[in-house]
């Protein structure tokens, strides 16, 4: 179950955002539109802390 989406502000190392926006440019290459940099992050950190 996914709640309401709340904003928060985190400092992230730059060798992480760095990963991060490949993998949302790979996405959006993958779905030929657009996928927000918070989708990424979230896909991310759903599947590290399972």
């Given at each position: 179950?996914?709640?309401?989406?709340?904003?928060?502000?985190?400092?992230?190392?730059?060798?992480?955002?760095?990963?991060?926006?490949?993998?949302?440019?790979k996405k959006i290459?993958?779905?030929?539109?657009?996928?927000s940099f918070s989708?990424?992050?979230?896909?991310?950190?759903?599947?590290?802390?399972?």
């Open positions: 179950m996914i709640s309401m989406a709340k904003r928060i502000t985190i400092m992230i190392d730059d060798d992480l955002d760095k990963k991060l926006r490949l993998k949302q440019a290459q993958e779905l030929n539109g657009t996928c989708r990424i992050l979230n896909e991310t950190l759903r599947k590290g802390l399972k």
